[in-house]
């Protein structure tokens, strides 16, 4: 599975970088969600794979019985994705607050206005 | 209780402003006392010094081997006397200088702040103490040459002087490590002893030539002199004190510190001489060529430094005696007509000697301490300037030709400055004046009278007190145990004709100074070579810099920064893998047919937002991306993932679709060959982080911290799902910091969407 996740991330990322290159404020938001996606999926992949044994301790035992998935990428991702939302909330609020007091979502001319 | 005494002037300077506005008349008389007590102090560790150097340490960074330590021997007891001395009168002169004026508070805080620094940099034994010491003097030079903050010229002298003496400070900074790593120690009174072994280094000449240039930028020498001019743009008892008596010699107190480790190989000796006597010759023309009182002192000065050092590169005992002398003496009398032109300055409004006459009989006090330090500066008897001069000579005739013709030539002109600053204002009939002058008050008479005088008592009587100074302080230079004396009388020999000569040649000099200054005016032409224009044209070089730079990277594009972040990326993980790694990683992994379409998926709604014109068709495959990826996360073993990212996916796509509902749809504004150009370096981007992850994927990596929490989840916090023990119980404190962003983000789109009614 990891070659074609690799595949995939990479895809992510092309998509992603693509649409943040774009002059559409819109388009770049949509980029960062999905680069914060590829981003927290990179870290997932690259700390190991492991199918079907979350990290949880069985009832009765101390720690989980044989091999279980590493906990702590997913404690980092977790935390991740919340953070990310949050950005994006702002950011949403902002560019349409942006757009209402400036109208434009061209980036290009955003810069220059003084609004 | 020696730490005490160097450092009790930073204790007290932030005193200074509140004492000056509670008793303004009185704070400069009060605040003087802090430096009398410690040279009071000082003169008690004489005995002490005079056997031998005495080191006092305390622990400061004792894990990179920093520590605050001392080093009282003569040379430094040389200097803090004279520090702390003079600094006494300064306080008091100012008082008179400034009297009234709420900015006296400020003065006399930063003066007592350079004190301390200075203290601090002459007694410091530890290298790294030593520098930071040099670098507070040079900012609190800048501060105060810059004292007048409100003219622009202040300010760009207060840069200039600032720019020169702390560049140079770099230097001696990695001059003084080089020394240091050569010498395994830091400690100056343990590299002393170890002169042969840094003398033989193969670091030897770039720790030489480093250091030098910190001493040359610091003590004004040629190349780097025209800072200390230009410094005179400080208030006068700022001048007197910082840019003659003490901070300027700081440059020569290190050469003369480090000239039992470093001195007395041809490299040293050739670079001291060279730099040393162009920068006398240098001063003492410029001096006859200017006509402001403080600027003809300050090249004076500039004439003087250059003398220290090519005494100090000539390096013998005699030499190094005259050096010690002339220090001493140069600081009495030209800290004495600085002080004097700062009183002729303050009360008649001018300072310019083409327009000062006769001013004798309005201020004859002022006039007699000018004089007679203007005849110490001129060098004659019975002065103590005399002595130092004969000295100096002395060491000159027993050299060579070239060394007597620059020390003569710069004698004589410097005794036509000397008639200039101290005689001429003072002579003939009194000519109109800005203010109308009369005598100075009694704080600013005092220390030209004390320092003048001084010049006058130790050329006239031998004081056992400065015998001894001189003399622990010549031991400390050489090395080894020597006496000096400032006798007078030497008797009659060459050194006393050349004297003469110099002075005859002066006085003649100083009856055609106008002849004399427009001849001199020729050498004007060299004014194109002059270092300063270098400077200007390095600062104009450096705006241009900075301006292109600006104008290049925080152009303001966002397009062109998220490609410069690209390539960066491009650049550093490609080279990286490409040189260290192999090219193609070994691809073995099972794939599930489940899985493999789940991956598809994800990767046609990436490649569809990234096409699509319609703004909800984006955000749908955004969805799809995000729901794809939380498949992922439940397929391999992480439940708790999925599920937030089910939740953060459904809320992204309903927030976007309410705002984008208000948003105009997607047009195509960019041209066809930048989306192709745009799609090539995306999708090269995107190559590389498929090539680095296969190849991350392959590393083993030990899971330690992995394990504590796997293995302690139960047993120490109670908690069977180990990712969220990890977050509510092991980082918690990471997880409040996340909750506090989010409320932070919650807060700022609270107040935009409130704003919006507002305005409405």
Sequence with gaps: MEPLLALVIGGLYAAALFMMLRRSIVKLVIGLMLLSNAANLLIFTAAGLTRGVPPLVPEGLTRPDGLSADPLPQALVLTAIVISFGVLAFAVVLIHRAYEAVGTDDLRRLRDTDT | MLAFAILSAFAVAPLAPWLHRRAPAASSWLLALLPLMVTGYFLTLLPAAADGAVVVRYPWVPGLGIELSFLVDGLSLLFALLISAIGAFILIYSGGYLAGQ???????????????SMLGLVMADNLVT???????????????????????????????????TAGGGLA??????????????????VLLGEGEALRAHALYLPMLLLILVGAFTKSAQVPFHFWLPNAMAAPTPVSAYLHSATMVKA???????????????????????FVGGLTALTGAVLAVRATDLKRILAYSTVMSLGTLVLLIGIGSETALAAALLFLLAHSLYKGALFLVAGI?????????????????????????????????????????????????????????????????????????AAGLVGVRPFIGEPSPTPKAPREGPWGMLLGPAVLAGGGLLIGLLPVPLIDALLGAALSAVQGRPAVLTTALWHGI???????????????????????????????DRLAALAPERFYERAMDGLVWLADRQTRLLQNGDLHRYILTVIFTLLVLVGYTLATRHPLMPEISAQLLFHEAVIGAVILIAAVFAATTRSALGAVAALGAAGFGIALIYVLFSAP????????????????????????????????????????????????????????????????????????????LAHGRNIVNVILVDFRALDTLGEITVLALAALGVYAMVRLRGKER
């Design chain 2, 172 to 189: 001696l900074l990695a001059g003084l490590v080089l020394m240091g790593m050569a010498g395994g120690s830091y400690s100056l009174s």
């Design chain 2, 493 to 523: 020999n060459p050194t006393l004709a050349l004297s003469a000569a110099a002075l005859l040649a002066g006085i003649a000099g100083y009856r055609y100074w106008n002849p004399l200054r427009r001849s001199l005016g020729a050498l």
């Design chain 2, 251 to 273: 440059g020569v107190y290190l050469l003369a510190r480090l000239s039992p480790a470093l001195g007395e190989t041809p490299e040293w000796t050739a670079l001291l001489t």
């Design chain 2, 640 to 715: 708790d993932l999925g599920m937030t990212q089910v939740l953060v996916e459904t809320l992204t796509v309903v927030l976007l679709v309410l705002v984008l509902y208000r948003l105009p749809g997607f047009t195509r504004i960019s041209s066809r060959a930048r989306l192709l150009a745009d799609a090539g370096v995306s999708a090269l981007a995107g190559a590389t982080i498929t090539w680095l992850l296969l190849l991350a994927v392959e590393v083993e990596w030990s899971p330690t911290i992995s394990g504590f929490f796997v293995d302690n989840s139960q047993s």
């Design chain 2, 130 to 164: 030593l520098f930071v010491f040099w670098e507070l003097t040079s900012i609190t030079s800048y501060l105060l040459i810059g004292f007048d903050h409100e003219k622009g010229e202040n300010r760009r002298a207060a840069l200039q002087g600032l720019l020169v």
């Design chain 2, 344 to 416: 002729v300055d303050h009360q008649t409004g001018s300072r310019d000697v083409t327009g000062l006459r006769g001013l004798r009989w309005t201020m004859p006090l002022t006039a007699l301490f000018a004089g007679l330090a203007a005849l110490s500066l001129a060098g004659v008897p019975p002065l103590f300037g005399f002595a130092a001069k004969e000295m100096v000579l002395e060491t000159a005739l027993g050299t060579g030709l070239t060394v007597t013709l620059t020390v003569v030539i710069s004698a004589a002109l410097t005794v036509v």
């Design chain 2, 102 to 116: 709420p900015a006296l508070g400020r003065l006399q805080l930063l003066l007592l702040l350079f004190m301390g």
